[in-house]
């Protein structure tokens, strides 16, 4: 079955970098996209950064840019954000997200990881 894997979250100092994987696997397909969300408590899940798998086209919210950096490894299925002078505001639970371009695969349209926490606090 298609499974999104992340790690790579913990706990950091204000102005501290964390980097993030996501590991895909089980698919006979790549993902046309990929993404990365997040959720803190008590708000809603907010899109972070996406990323077109073939050509590398990325997109972010504005209250990123110029600190985190969405990049993808085609060939190991992975992708990564790597974010920099990270804010308290930045803790939340950041989930992996990818899609087929519309297409539905192995059952469902679009595939979530787990999520794995980032906390950022002194």
């Known amino acids: 079955q298609v499974q999104l894997v992340e790690s790579g979250g913990g706990l950091v100092q204000p102005g501290g970098s964390l980097t993030l994987s996501c590991a895909a696997s089980?698919?006979?397909?790549?993902?046309?996209?990929m993404a990365w969300y997040r959720q803190a408590p008590g708000k809603q899940r907010e899109l972070v950064a996406s990323?077109?798998?073939?050509?590398?086209?990325?997109d972010y919210v504005d209250s990123v840019k110029g600190r985190f950096t969405i990049s993808r490894d085609n060939a190991k299925d992975t992708v990564y954000l790597r974010m920099n002078n990270l804010k308290p505001e930045d803790t939340a639970v950041y989930y992996c997200?990818?899609?087929?371009?519309?297409?539905?695969?192995?059952?469902?349209?679009?595939?979530w990881g787990q999520g794995t926490p980032v906390t950022v606090s002194s």
């Open positions: 089980g698919s006979n397909l790549s993902f046309y996209a």
């Open positions: 990323i077109i798998m073939k050509g590398g086209n990325t």
């Open positions: 997200h990818g899609n087929f371009g519309g297409l539905r695969i192995g059952g469902h349209y679009d595939y």
